[in-house]
């Protein structure tokens, strides 16, 4: 595994699946992290949304698992340019329930 970044809340890792030597992206958090700085709800509605929407523009969740630290999310690679560092900077926050725009986004400020 390569570490890619490191954020507040998790670091990504570029991993190769042994089966397909396919590259996927495994976001690493901590648990204890998550509790202290009360972002549980947030990863968990993460979580449910990888999993649930099939859409060219979400990044797909192939697993998700748990070890007695860490919560992992093992994911499609994805660029270094993240949209959420732009919406921060423009104090937008969205949230995408779906990819059907008239139905998946709701704008917040």
């Known amino acids: 595994m390569k570490p890619i970044t490191r954020g507040g809340f998790a670091c990504v890792y570029l991993a190769q699946k042994k089966s397909t030597k396919d590259v996927l992206a495994i976001k690493v958090l901590k648990q ?3 509790v202290e700085k009360n972002q549980v709800e947030q990863v968990i ?3 449910n ?3 649930t929407t099939s859409c060219d523009y979400v990044v797909r969740l192939y697993y998700a ?11 499609d690679r994805i ?3 993240r949209i959420s560092s732009h919406l921060v900077a423009s104090h937008l926050v969205l949230t995408f329930c779906a990819c059907n725009l008239g139905d998946g986004v709701s704008e917040r400020r």
């Open 79 to 81: 660029a270094s340019h």
């Open 65 to 75: 698992f748990k070890t007695k630290e860490n919560l992992c999310l093992v994911r």
């Open 32 to 34: 204890q992290d998550l």
């Open 49 to 51: 949304i990888l999993a």
């Open 45 to 47: 509605a993460e979580r």
